[in-house]
Structures are given as C-alpha cells and as structure tokens.
C-alpha cells in the first residue's frame, strides 16, 4: 500500500494503472474511518483493479463555527485499517496544495443543493463539489463509492458527475448503523453517553415517521410533527431540520405520494448528526 | 477526419487514443473560424498527436440581449477549413446533450473575473468556466491552446487548470491582427464597411496608450483619458471599459509599473469588439 500526500506523484502512479487499463475505485472520505466506510471500502476492492481512498478534511466545506478544527485526524488508525482491507493507495493531501493562496475557482450545485443540509449548512455543498472535481481530476477513477447516509450529497455528486461529464459510475451503498441503529458517522465521536442514549431518538424518529406514512398518513406536517415530538422529548437536543421530501429532486411534497425521503439533521448537545429513510409509498 | 456531436463516441475515440499513449491537443472554439483560431490549430497540430477541435456556440456565457442567437455558424466551410490543417476530430455537441434540463452544476472564478469583461458581462466567465470543464472532461486534452486576444479569460482558464487539479499544458498564442491592426473576431462580421473602418480606432487607441507609457506616463487615469478621446472621435463607438491593469492578477494600479495589461471593450454601434496590449513597464 502507499500513501502519498503528492498530487503530482498520485496522478504518476495513477497513470501507469490507467494505461494498463485497470479499473480504478476511488472512495473519497475527510478520515477517521468506521464500518461505513469500510463498506464501501469493500465494495470498491470488489469491484476494481486498483484501490484508492483519499483522505482529507476538506477546509471549504465547513461553515464559520462549524467543527472544521475540532474534527477528529487520525491517519495512523485510518492507514492500518487500510492496510487490512488491502487498499492500494491512501492520498491524504495537504491543505496549502489543495487550496494554494490563489484558489479561486469553485463548482456550485443549485438546484438540488437548495435543501435540507445545503440550506442549513451555507456554502457547505459548493465546499464539496469543488473538493471532489479535484480529486476527481487527481484521481481520475472509473468507480466511485459514497452512502446513502449523505443521500443529499450523494443525489449532487450524481448530478454533478453527469452534468460535468465526467466518465465515472457512482455507487451509493446502504446507511451502516450500529446496534442501537445510530448511523455511523466520524462525529458520533463527540458524544458522551448520555448524549450516545439520547441519539437514539433520530432513528425513533424516522421509525416513527415510516410507520405513520406505511399506515397510510398522506399529510407531510402530520408524520413532521409527530417525529419532532420525538425529538424533542430529550433535552439534550435541537432540531435543524425534519422534512420529507420528493426522493429524487428534494422538491417539497403537497401529498406524502411516490419515491419519497424522510431527512433529518438534529444537533445533541453541541454535535450535528444527520440521518434519513428513504421509501416508496404507492 | 471524424466529426461528431456525440459526446460517448467522442470518449470512445479519445480512450482509444489516451491508451496508445497519444498526447492529445484541443483547442475549444465556437466557430466560424478564422485565422486567429487557426493559429492556435497549428500549433496544436505541430505539438500534438490527436488534434481535436470543439465547434459550440455556448449559450450559458451570453448574457441577456447579446447576441447569442445571431452568432453567426457555419460548420460546413469550418470543416473544410479544418480538414485542410490535418486536424483529426471535430466535436460539435447538441445544446441539449450539453445542457439537459437538469443542468444544475456551474463552475465560477471568483477574482479574476471581477474586472474587465467579467464586470461587464456578468455570469460570461461562469458560463465560460462550465463549458470548459465539461469539453476538458470529454476530451481529456494533454494540451490545450487559447488566444491572446481574451486575456483575461486565458488568466482565468490557466487557474481553473490550476485550482482543479486538470493535468493540461495550457498555451497562450498572440492576437492575430487583420492588415489594418484589427484583432480578428468573430464578431468582425457584424461590421459593415464604414464600421469597420471606425474600428480602427480600437488597435489606435490601444497603440497611443503603449507610446505614452512608454514615453514616460506613469498616471493611469492621463493613458487612460487619451485613449478614450481616440475612440470618442468616431460617432459609431460606445466604450464599455478602458482600463489599465496589473497583467498578473487584473487588480488596479495606482501607478503604471511591472507586467501591465491595457485592456478595452468597445461598441461599434452593437457590435462589442475587444482588444488589448500587455507591457511591461520599468
């Protein structure tokens, strides 16, 4: 395995693989890795010829206040599960390469990019999308890996991938959980135990908000009013957003009706986490 | 000589070509060729192994009331032209096929294009910046070749390279200047006789600004009068801007020193034609 934090020497060896004709798998990630990843970890070591996660904290997707500085590195572990799961490549640039001080060139999405996260987190997209046409550019990969954890995230990286032609083929792999079906996320770090317990209340939520609408509850501020109860029962949280939307454009829903996704960002204590279901409602 | 529209095809070419190890030069144009773009063609041809040449009018860098519509096209006697220099591929995409209805991803240049003509076209450098990435995501170009003549987009076009991590070798050729000095355009066919004749003035202009800098001017706002006096002579001109910039970063000077940019846009009754000359200046 190597790792590099070279963009020219990564394009190097990248570029013998491509004239060899392998297939490249490519699974972006900001590090601290856990079974999500490593899904998708897999997935690509299945699916490709040559392996390759990035990871880097990426500067321009976190708002003012956000945690960009407080959010957990650990590239020792990371590398050693890597190493494991028989990746080929780790590249973990530095930030003066990736933005050098004369960076002024940035990919914005604007339609699908107008809700949820992209709402309450400003700029946060456009942070995204710019790091991923570079690394799309460095990389150059056949494949690419993301979860539907970030189902906003992963319907922008699909249209930007289209919209850009950029030859690559996107997977978007299940939400990995843990045993009480908190979704695994880097930031699930930052929470005590009591504030761990009281997590559980998203995935009550969304539970809740699924059976409502399976039961055959058609009115959108129903099933949302009866998840923020939920929600709100615990102390230690805010709620950023509940909102259910049409799966495929985020558009808003007049009627609960076809391909359909219950999204939600809740902030325990301090600690944003973000989760969703998505359904087919005949 | 292939021509195509198709961006799959194209792809399917250009891989063919990429894995036999072939340096690929492109040179993105929106038609109706003259000798400025076959200048830059040449080149290509004598630095590259594939030459492949993009034929698009890109609607998305017009602003509203330019003259995208009447932008003349001819892609019949550009093939021709085009078949005669030996290039070997022409795109020519479908406004549709580059703008589906879901287009939603743009690519913007936040600081060059804050002056000149991204000041008085505003979203023309966006429009430029998006199309260029998509043609650099189909074509895959080790080389690419811009003209002089667009300044400033050439400075925003070597960042976008930059920023974006693209591993393309970006050339800059000169303005290529009809008998008479004037830049060669495109747009130059709007002009009827008398016009033309007025349009002198631009390259006049443009020449008194350089003499007086040369002669020892160092006060923008004295080069910068006098040159609009030139122009305001002839009834048929409307100036959009004269400037006179830093010709590395395109900011204002308040002394005329260093590598320095003379740079105008100019109406011939509705036809915006643009020029400039870069100097540098003990």
């Keep these: 395995m190597i790792i590099t934090n070279n963009v020219k020497k990564t394009k190097r060896i990248l570029n013998v693989q491509k004239l060899d004709n392998k297939v490249i798998g490519f699974v972006p990630t900001m590090g601290l890795l856990h079974e999500g990843h490593l899904s998708l970890v897999r997935q690509a070591k299945a699916k490709s010829d040559f392996v390759v996660i990035s990871i880097f904290v990426n500067p321009i997707q976190f708002g003012r206040g956000e945690d960009y500085g407080s959010y957990p590195r650990d590239i020792k572990a990371d590398s050693k599960l890597l190493m494991e799961e028989g990746v080929d490549l780790i590249f973990c640039p530095n930030q003066k390469d990736m933005y050098p001080s004369d960076f002024s060139v940035f990919v914005d999405e604007t339609e699908l990019s107008q809700s949820l996260c992209g709402k309450s987190r400003p700029g946060h997209f456009r942070g995204v999308c710019t790091v991923l046409v570079k690394l799309f550019?460095?990389?150059v990969p056949d494949k690419v890996y993301f979860g539907q954890k970030d189902y906003q995230q992963a319907l922008i990286v699909k249209r930007l991938i289209n919209n850009l032609n950029y030859d690559i083929k996107m997977y978007v792999l299940p939400t990995i959980r843990e045993n009480d079906k908190l979704a695994m996320s880097t930031r699930n770090n930052y929470l005590n135990d009591n504030e761990r317990k009281d997590s559980r209340c998203i995935y009550e939520a969304l539970s809740l908000g699924k059976e409502l609408i399976k039961q055959g509850e058609t009115r959108?501020?129903?099933?949302?009013?009866?998840?923020?109860?939920?929600?709100?029962?615990?102390?230690?949280?805010?709620?950023?957003?509940?909102?259910?939307?049409?799966?495929?454009?985020?558009?808003s829903l007049k009627k609960i009706k076809g391909k359909i996704l219950i999204a939600l960002a809740v902030y325990i204590n301090g600690t944003r986490l973000i989760d969703n279901i998505a359904i087919s409602v005949k």
Excluded: G, P
């Design 220 to 251: 959108v501020f129903v099933v949302v009013d009866k998840m923020k109860n939920v929600i709100m029962k615990k102390r230690s949280t805010k709620i950023a957003y509940i909102e259910i939307l049409d799966a495929v454009n985020l558009k």
């Design 137 to 139: 550019n460095v990389i």
